[in-house]
């Protein structure tokens, strides 16, 4: 139903940036949030921001102040990550859930984020 394509990811230094992209498509209908989440071998998947249709916005804590999420108006999600941190070294999912279809919504493929030296 919707497609999403993340992009952006690549390996960076401690102390980098990085600025990871998510583009939208499909039947996108109604207001929606969009986010990012991150997994590693092992780990389960963890809400790393999420911002809706209306502009509010959420972080984890670990990216409080390194992190920003931004939307544009063609259901494009960006995720400007700065003073990067080996702990931030994962696989990053986009996710676009509608709020009026319920559930979990729908998953990108993921962009593999490496930090290190």
């Known amino acids: 139903q919707v497609q999403l394509v993340e992009s952006g990811g690549g390996l960076v230094q401690p102390g980098g940036s990085l600025r990871l992209s998510c583009a939208a498509s499909?039947?996108?209908?109604?207001?929606?949030?969009m986010g990012w989440y991150r997994q590693t071998p092992g780990k389960q998947r963890e809400l790393v921001a999420t911002?809706?249709?209306?502009?509010?916005t959420d972080y984890a804590d670990s990216v409080k102040g390194r992190f920003t999420i931004s939307k544009d108006n063609k259901n494009t999600v960006y995720l400007q990550m700065n003073s990067l941190k080996p702990e931030d070294t994962a696989v990053y999912y986009c996710n676009l859930r509608l709020w009026f279809q319920g559930g979990m919504g729908d998953w990108g493929k993921g962009t593999v984020v490496t930090v290190s030296s």
């Open positions: 499909g039947s996108i209908f109604g207001p929606y949030t």
């Open positions: 911002v809706t249709t209306a502009g509010s």
